[in-house]
């Protein structure tokens, strides 16, 4: 979903570069005295492929750093399991958003503590929060424009100017874990740019998780111990987790062999027929590939035509790109996920009609066209790589009567025409910055995936009504409509075709248990067990 998106916030969303990263880890991968399984079962080794730039839960936003966290810091809410349709209590022992969804007001838990044994206060929710905020890191985004006030010695107030009924399902994010305000201010921690805290953070644990640091390098492991003051009622099974960098295709030979009890990154087909009494959680992720045409008549007369778009959009074969995706994936309905709040059903995903296709070409005028389809050539997502993805569209546009030149180009080239709206014709992908729809919005017209397809303000007044209705609408159940009306429009008239969910593959051995896959921190270490 990189500093977490590459696709989405100018450089916010977890990925996987083939290669990238990738310590070809062999038998043991570590250590003796940390890795192997003998260790009478209190120690976990999780083999991944790193995506890890620090521990500093103001400055973290990258998926390995979001397990690493999410495991040492508590939030004041979170999720259960993966469940993300609704935020429950953690530090927070209660919340409450008015009813404009300007304020949100969290009354603390009494009895929670640091690792250090000393009480989690008021005070260190305002410093962290208002660190995240100030210090200008790549989390900082989720407070834009929330003031953070200590009401009293056990309630916390976050008052956003504009309606802000998302700020519940972004407080979970491990980005925003609560320091210990007096030992990170002792290191160098401040609520200002200055802050010089991270090499600190990157050693020790200033936060109330079930476990704490024991060594932290960003291209090999994370080793995390127990908390032994963890304040929670569910105290934490292992002993220690291990967390290694380690390419998939080693992955998959560790887990079998019993180097390591977990693999997050096999693809469909690797984890297909895998042997030795292992356990598969398949499930969809929570990123979506999508097709853009560029509706800027500056960049192509050709994409910017509506009928040439419906043509694109009937044209393609979705069972087909299933197929490529492999086990657990899924079609995606709309550009929101499927396990999140208005997420279109099934039903209403779009469906091949090759004569309709046709037909749409026909009405558009343009004859013979091709146009060129950009992608990024090296990036993987879960293991789904993108030529593939391009070569069938290409196929499946050729039967309608559309030529799909393929342009491939690395990363950091493609997103320079992807981010400017260069593209005619753009494959790429988004995950979730954080578990609302809300984060969806941006493809309306205007907004910043809208300009990136050249869908400017005021083109769409339709699709633009409705996803500011969504924007400003408060209840759940009022939001899910709207924010519904808002896909169903952007599916009828926008210039973006969602594709597939790609799916998620967790494989463990068959002593572990509690294992669920999470949109924002993929899995929660200490929520798993052993049976």
């Known amino acids: 979903m990189t500093t977490r998106s590459w696709p989405v916030r100018a450089g916010l969303l977890p990925v996987v570069l083939t290669g990238a990263l990738a310590l070809a880890a062999c038998s043991g991968g570590g250590s003796s005295s940390s890795t192997p399984s003998g260790a009478a079962g209190k120690t976990l080794v999780i083999d991944t492929s790193f995506d890890l730039k620090t521990a500093d ?15 040492t810091y508590d939030t004041l809410l979170t999720f259960e399991g993966s469940d993300v349709t609704k935020p429950v209590p ?13 304020t949100l007001t969290l009354k603390l838990r009494q009895g929670a503590t640091f690792a250090d044994g000393s009480p989690v206060t008021a005070d260190d929710v305002v410093f962290s929060l208002t660190r995240v905020r100030d210090m200008k890191g790549t989390p900082s985004f989720l407070l834009d424009g929330v003031e953070i006030a200590k009401t009293d010695e056990s309630t916390i107030t976050l008052t956003s100017k504009t309606p802000n009924p998302a700020l519940p399902y972004i407080l979970p994010n491990p980005a925003l874990g609560i320091l210990n305000s007096k ?3 002792e290191n160098g921690a401040t609520n200002d740019p200055n802050d010089k805290a991270e090499q600190y953070l990157n050693s020790a644990s200033a936060g109330s998780g079930p476990y704490t640091i024991e060594s932290f390098n960003v291209s090999s ?28 295709a080693t992955q998959k030979l560790n887990v079998q062999r019993g180097d390591s009890q977990v693999a997050l990154n096999l693809s469909g087909d690797q984890v297909t027929g895998i042997s030795g009494g292992l356990q598969v959680k398949r499930t969809a992720s929570a990123y979506v590939f999508f097709l853009l045409a560029n509706q800027d008549s500056g960049v192509s007369k050709v994409t910017s035509n509506p009928k040439f778009v419906e043509a694109v959009r009937k044209g393609i074969d979705y069972p087909g790109l299933l197929e490529l995706a492999g086990e657990g994936s899924t079609q995606a309905s709309g ?20 004569e309709g296709a046709k037909a749409a070409l026909a009405e558009s005028g343009v004859s013979d066209p091709t146009v060129k389809l950009e992608f990024p050539s090296e990036l993987t997502v879960n293991g789904l790589s993108f030529q593939p993805l391009a070569e069938r569209i290409q196929a499946n546009l050729k039967e309608v009567g559309i030529t799909v030149e393929l342009t491939p180009a690395p990363v950091t080239t493609a997103l320079d025409n992807y981010r400017n709206g260069k593209e005619e014709l753009g494959l790429w992908y988004w995950g979730p910055d954080f578990p609302d729809p809300s984060n969806y919005l941006s493809f ?3 907004k910043l995936v809208g300009l990136r397809s050249g869908w400017k303000a005021g083109a769409d007044k339709d699709v633009e009504a409705a996803a500011d209705k969504a924007g400003a609408t408060v209840t759940d159940d009022d939001r899910k409509q709207a924010y519904t009306d808002f896909q169903q429009k952007l599916n009828a008239t926008g210039p973006f075709m969602p594709l597939i969910q790609p799916g998620q593959n967790i494989v463990t051995a068959a002593s572990v248990t509690g294992v669920e896959y999470h949109p924002v921190w993929t899995i929660d270490v200490a929520g798993l067990g052993a049976k």
């Open 335 to 354: 550009i929101i996920p499927s396990m999140f709040l208005g997420a279109l059903p099934p039903d209403q995903a779009a469906k091949r009609d090759v």
């Open 221 to 248: 492991q994370v080793v995390l111990k127990a908390n032994a003051q963890y304040w929670g009622a569910k105290k934490p099974y292992y002993d220690k987790v291990v967390i290694r960098n380690v390419e998939s």
């Open 90 to 102: 953690s530090l927070a022992e209660s919340y409450e958003l008015s009813s404009d969804g300007k």
């Open 444 to 446: 309306a017209p205007g």
């Open 183 to 185: 030992v990170a201010k």
């Open 57 to 71: 839960p103001g400055r973290t936003y990258e998926p390995t750093g979001l397990i690493v966290d999410k495991a």
